[in-house]
């Protein structure tokens, strides 16, 4: 089992920039996939990013270009650098465990969630 906890959320405005953290506990961190999702008022929650056991990266159309995920395995950690946000990135976000090696975008297919961190981003 792994226990996943996100940080780093916040008020911004429009093109200001924030990192968000995921910190595990529990099971071997490097043996899992790991993915940020986020979840806006009303709508359901959607992918935004994810990162393979090996480093390699995924990212939704939206948030391309302007959001860099990465992981320091000897840290237990995962991190979501958000440049240039616009107002349309205000969600809840959560980072999900996935112990399979395919990669996917599904939310069902993420055996392990925290309980997520607020962005909020101002016009």
């Known amino acids: 089992q792994v226990q996943l906890v996100e940080s780093g959320g916040g008020l911004v405005q429009a093109g200001d920039s924030l990192r968000l953290s995921c910190a595990a506990s529990?099971?071997?961190?490097?043996?899992?996939?790991m993915g940020w999702f986020r979840q806006a008022p009303g709508k359901e929650r959607e992918f935004v990013s994810r990162?393979?056991?090996?480093?390699?990266?995924y990212y939704a159309d939206s948030v391309k270009g302007r959001f860099t995920i990465s992981r320091d395995n000897p840290k237990n950690s995962m991190y979501l650098q958000m440049n240039s946000l616009e107002p349309e990135d205000t969600a809840v976000y959560y980072c999900?465990?996935?112990?399979?090696?395919?990669?996917?975008?599904?939310?069902?297919?993420?055996?392990?969630w925290g309980q997520g961190t607020q962005v909020t981003v101002s016009s």
């Open positions: 529990g099971d071997t961190f490097s043996d899992y996939a």
């Open positions: 999900a465990a996935d112990r399979g090696r395919i990669y996917t975008t599904q939310v069902s297919r993420y055996e392990y």
């Open positions: 990162i393979s056991r090996g480093g390699n990266t």
